[in-house]
């Protein structure tokens, strides 16, 4: 941790703090390892998400008609008619195979998408052929950015940091730089999950824990990727380093708390 621009007494610090750790584990649990295998056989799947390609790869794979899209959507509890818990008007297209759990859509069209916790007045999500997507940094007193997604599950995440505030910018709007590209593996789709906006309108899109209250809404362009980071008193994170080091005093039962009310706070106003 010294290398990584921390102090002496920090880096040693925290050593203490994970042999403590250690120490109270195996004391506790006396037969077990601190690391070990489990041998789950050569018949598997094995479904990456460390990577944003790979996030978006295999959460897309729910939409498939294989037998391991089939694995996966009885491990996420994705019933088989791919609908659950959802409020969708009576002129909503749901096409290609998409996901609809725990949404309310009143108008448009769910296309090769996989929409989770979605609330919005209208959709238009539609997922296509290969493409490039914009990593952009978002400008000041956003509470929009980007980052990798880790985890294996369709569930929201927490917010980041306590007190969210409004957006002070206009959608897409660069932070004194110029945006860089990532190539997709493979044919992709629109994920969302955890979003609440006025209105969605995105192609090959990973929209991930967003609340917009913009009259506009949310217009992406194709391959977008977009989250929101809940940040306290407009600081601004320049690595993923500097939101580890913002998120150190954050209470994450407090942050789901936050996050929680942001998204319900607009759906009231939507009278969703």
């Given at each position: ?51 944003l ?10 939409l498939?008609d294989?037998?391991?899209?089939a ?9 088989e ?8 008007g ?42 490039l ?6 400008s000041?007193?956003?509470?929009r ?30 932070l004194?730089?110029t ?11 629109c ?43 407009g ?12 998120n ?25």
């Open positions: 941790m010294v290398t990584k621009n921390e102090t002496e007494a920090t880096a040693g610090a925290h050593h203490d703090r994970m042999t403590a750790f250690k120490s109270k584990l195996l004391s506790s649990h006396p037969e077990k390892a601190v690391f070990g295998a489990i041998d789950v056989g050569t018949e598997c799947y094995w479904w990456d998400y460390g990577l390609s790979l996030y978006q790869k295999n959460n897309m794979l729910a498939d294989t037998e391991e899209a694995s996966l959507r009885a491990y996420l509890r994705i019933p008619d791919r609908a659950q818990s959802s409020e969708l009576n002129d909503v297209q749901v096409t290609n195979g998409s996901v609809v759990l725990a949404s309310v859509v009143k108008e448009g069209e769910i296309d090769h998408t996989i929409a989770s916790r979605v609330v919005t007045g209208k959709c238009d999500a539609h997922g296509a052929s290969r493409t997507v914009p990593v952009r940094p978002r000041r007193g956003e509470r950015s980007l980052r990798t997604f880790p985890g294996v599950s369709l569930r929201p995440p927490p917010a980041f940091n306590p007190r969210p505030r409004r957006l002070s910018t206009p959608l897409l709007t660069p004194n730089s945006p860089t590209f990532a190539r997709m593996e493979r044919p992709s789709g994920l969302l999950i955890n979003v609440t906006a006025r209105s969605i309108k995105a192609r090959n899109c990973v929209i991930y824990n967003v609340v917009d209250d913009s009259e506009d809404g949310l217009v992406l362009p194709d391959g977008a990727v977009l989250t929101n980071v809940f940040t306290d008193g600081k601004v994170f320049k690595s993923f380093e500097g939101v580890y080091k913002m150190q005093s954050t209470d994450v039962k407090e942050a789901y708390k936050l996050g929680a009310e942001a998204h319900a706070d607009l759906a009231k106003e939507l009278k969703f």
